[in-house]
């Protein structure tokens, strides 16, 4: 038995408790360097598009919760894990996903809470960073990896430490903010 495996799934918790519990998704704290350089180092693909879709769903074992998001992309800004087709056709859709949102299980609500930044609305438009996840084939990304757009403009919210010059405004052009990403990846 894992740890994973051990306390019991989401689904018996909104059955006992008849959907009056929910869970939390844990978040990262602090700063182990530059905010930026730190996702970029350890993101496999950054894209900026619009959101298209979202469903919510369980894990087949009950014991974690996604909602995964299908993007229209715009522009890859980099990636270095590339997807194959198992035939030849157009490229799948890029599915990205984040732990949390509601699902009902036995006619009970579970919900589970994650950063209000990984829920995402249809229409957003973004730059998000992930990670590929090979079980699934799609991107995993966490509540540091998404910055939202508003009017062609990224809205930065990383903190700014003068002993990591990151060169990052509050506002910046698209095209600007892409330059400082690939300029990372290099």
Known sequence: MTQAQIGPTYRQIAVEHKGTWSGTVGVGCGWAGPPLAGIVQFADIAVEGMVLSARTY?????????????????????????????????????????????????????????SERTQLKVGDHLVLFARYDRVDGKWLFGDRDVFHISENTVVNWLPTFKEYPERLEPRMAIGVFAQRIRDLVR
């Open 58 to 114: 369980a894990t087949p074992d009950d014991r974690d919760i996604f909602t995964e998001y299908q993007i229209a992309t715009r522009q890859v800004i980099f990636q270095r894990i590339t997807q194959t087709a198992a035939k030849p056709g157009p490229p799948p859709p890029i599915i990205f996903k984040a732990r949390g949102g509601t699902v009902i299980f036995d006619g009970y609500p579970f919900t589970l809470s994650g």
